[in-house]
């Protein structure tokens, strides 16, 4: 069994250390059920989570949160832009607005949500937020190398994070490689691929878990960590939380790291971030809460 004080951390590359696994929120918008899950999750021994203004949660969140009586000091409380049109002026009143439906003083990892809109502006509202000591460290979502690479030249601050979709069918092994060249942590979303392609009877992961005794997703979460990418999976099962918290206890060999990789699709399970008409219903896409 995991405890609190043995769970992993990384070293952003402004020396913040980041749990290595946390509690992601993501499609859990019903307020008593997330409030109740994330709850869980800090009871279950986690202590990062994940939630972004899209997710319309942020507010659940921060009263389990507030609930959990966890020193603040304690937990790693990530969220995330959407994308605003106006760049520099709305970035500063979304924080805002994020940090009072979080009920926090301070937030300890700010991500640009998707790599559309004003990005520049934005992120040099994030520059100052970090700079007032308001965000611990900031960060983009979503983010191409091209784009990446951009935003770093063309910036006072190098992002410490870019959370993109990994799983075994998405692997992001020269994403990877790139992202460590420039001090930039890779962090997983959707680290199970949701369940797509019948990833939880694929027969390379079930013989990897049956050697190992453990469940098939303990062990994507145990190859992700091993290659030091952080994952926030989700459940809203207190007894899967557990499970997936118990993922650092056990070692892949060489041989099942190399057949977990041969999984590696090179694509996308999900939509292509390049897609015009994704770009369109992503950048037309706007919250239910207004910006004041």
């Excluded at 997330?34 to 507010?59: F, H, K």
């Excluded at 949160?65 to 520099?88: A, E, H, M, P, V």
């Excluded at 959707?190 to 062990?219: R, Y």
Aim: glycine share 6%.
């Amino acid at each position: 069994m995991i405890t609190t004080d043995q769970v992993k951390t990384v070293v952003l590359n402004n020396g913040v250390e980041m749990p290595i696994i946390g509690f992601g929120v993501f499609q859990i918008p019903d307020g008593n059920q997330c409030e109740s899950v994330v709850v869980d999750a800090l009871e279950t021994g986690y202590r990062m989570i994940d939630t972004a203004a899209s997710y319309q949660n942020e507010e659940y969140v921060g009263k389990a949160i507030k609930k959990s009586g966890i020193d603040r000091k304690d937990l790693f409380i990530t969220t995330k832009l959407w994308i605003q049109k106006n760049g520099f002026d709305d970035t500063l009143k979304a924080f805002e607005a994020s940090m009072k439906k979080l009920q926090l003083d301070y937030l300890d990892l700010y991500l640009i949500h998707q790599p559309y809109g004003d990005v520049y502006g934005e992120w040099r509202a994030m520059e100052k937020l970090y700079n007032e000591g308001r965000i611990r460290a900031i960060g983009v979502s979503n983010f191409h190398p091209d784009r990446l690479m951009d935003l770093i030249v063309n910036s006072e601050i190098a992002p410490a994070v870019n959370q993109v979709e990994t799983h075994p069918f998405q692997q992001q092994v020269s994403n990877q490689s790139f992202l460590t060249s420039l001090g930039v942590q890779l962090e997983s979303w959707a680290p199970f691929a949701e369940g797509k392609n019948d990833i939880f009877s694929n027969v390379v992961l079930s013989k990897i878990a049956a050697k190992h005794q453990k469940t098939i997703a303990q062990v994507i979460l145990r190859w992700l960590t091993q290659r030091e990418i952080v994952v926030i999976p989700k459940s809203v099962r207190k007894d899967r939380m557990t499970e997936n918290l118990n993922c650092l206890d056990f070692v892949l060999n060489d041989e099942e790291m190399e057949a977990i990789g041969n999984l590696d699709t090179k694509s996308s399970s999900f939509f292509d971030h390049r897609d015009p008409n994704m770009v369109k219903w992503l950048g037309e896409r706007t919250l239910n809460d207004k910006i004041d």
